[in-house]
């Protein structure tokens, strides 16, 4: 028996679920990691066995979107396992002709470490697009300007944060 959010995911990976579709069953899900639930458990292991193992179908469905709608998308992080063993923290660059980057978020913060055994990326890149020039930050880096200078000087026109604050307030 799939849960709601496995059906979803299910969904979009077949390619039933349309991009609309899928940002309005986002939206409008209660949990307040949107469609995916992360491990609750300190072991890393969990994290790679859940929704790790889904990331390269996930990033592959959203490079098909980003052609069929003839558009850039910059998707939301997501865990995924590097090829040194560890669990980071990674969103993807997908362009409307086909190629993808990835990027990873660099200051992960002590809860993301113990509770989900995520590992700190080490890469600040920008990405060349047919829009300019652009940055990619995940949440919490944007709280370094030490990042987005270093971006700033590598000709980055526009910045760009995916985040997800589940704050109360």
């Excluded at 209660?30 to 179908?57: N, V």
């Excluded at 052609?67 to 992080?77: D, H």
């Excluded at 300007?145 to 026109?157: H, K, N, T, V, Y």
Aim: hydrophobic share 35%.
């Amino acid at each position: 028996q799939l849960t709601h959010k496995e059906q979803n995911l299910k969904k979009l990976l077949q390619g039933s679920l349309s991009l609309e579709e899928f940002f309005i069953l986002k939206l409008l899900d209660e949990s307040p990691y949107g469609l995916f639930i992360y491990p609750s458990s300190s072991s890393a292991h969990r994290g790679r066995c859940g929704l790790a193992q889904y990331t390269e179908q996930i990033r592959d469905r959203f490079v098909e979107l980003a052609i069929s709608y003839n558009i850039n998308i910059i998707t939301g992080s997501m865990p995924y396992v590097k090829e040194d063993g560890g669990l980071y923290n990674v969103g993807f660059l997908c362009r409307r002709d086909g190629s993808y980057d990835m990027y990873e978020k660099i200051h992960v913060t002590p809860d993301e470490q113990k509770s989900w055994g995520l590992s700190q990326g080490n890469r600040v890149q920008t990405f060349d697009t047919d829009c300019g020039k652009i940055g990619i930050l995940i949440c919490y880096d944007v709280e370094f300007p030490e990042l987005s200078r270093i971006m700033a000087e590598d000709g980055m026109q526009i910045l760009f944060v995916p985040f997800n604050t589940d704050t109360q307030n």
